[in-house]
């Protein structure tokens, strides 16, 4: 028996750094997250031009072809919106050194209008940056529940 408790305590002390490191990312790419829709919450365009690249660009559907949008673009349209009430939900975040991947669905309460994104992470300076947005846009009142 205590061969297997060493044996637990040695591969948890390996996997620590490991795991903490992932996780001080992770907490740092769900700051990103959190602020990227809080712009949209308070109408704040500062908060995307802190979150973004400068090259950010974003691409979806709209009327079933590609639209294509910078991120400095959608900023400035930013300033001349109102605040809007969402409910997000993170799905994923996958981190593979300095690039990283989340999935991420929104909806705004007001108009049932729902987005799935996916944004790309690069980790630039220490900091995590969206590079990139894909995005889909549907109807929908309520965010699925987790499986």
């Known amino acids: 028996?205590?061969?297997?408790?060493?044996?637990?305590?040695?591969?948890?002390?390996?996997?620590?750094?490991?795991?903490a490191a992932q996780s001080d990312d992770e907490t740092a790419?769900?700051?990103?997250?959190?602020?990227?829709?809080a712009a949209f919450s308070e109408a704040n365009a500062q908060n995307l031009q802190d979150v973004?690249?400068?090259?950010?660009?974003?691409?979806?559907?709209v009327r079933g072809k590609p639209w294509i949008l910078q991120g400095d673009k959608l900023a400035e349209g930013l300033?001349?919106?109102?605040?809007?009430?969402?409910?997000?939900r993170v799905y994923f975040i996958d981190i593979?050194?300095?690039?990283?991947?989340?999935?991420?669905?929104?909806?705004?309460?007001?108009?049932?209008?729902?987005?799935t994104d996916y944004l790309f992470f690069?980790?630039?300076?220490?900091?995590w940056k969206i590079a990139h947005k894909g995005y889909t846009r549907?109807?929908?009142?309520?965010?699925?529940?987790?499986?």
Do not use: W
């Open 52 to 61: 973004f690249l400068p090259e950010m660009q974003m691409i979806g559907n």
């Open 1 to 19: 028996m205590k061969k297997y408790q060493c044996f637990l305590f040695l591969v948890t002390l390996l996997h620590t750094p490991i795991s």
């Open 96 to 115: 593979t050194h300095d690039a990283a991947m989340a999935k991420v669905n929104n909806v705004n309460v007001e108009t049932g209008t729902a987005y």
């Open 138 to 147: 549907f109807k929908q009142t309520v965010i699925p529940e987790l499986p």
């Open 29 to 37: 790419i769900r700051a990103a997250i959190n602020k990227y829709f």
């Open 79 to 88: 300033k001349t919106r109102a605040p809007e009430t969402l409910k997000t």
């Open 122 to 127: 690069l980790k630039v300076q220490n900091e």
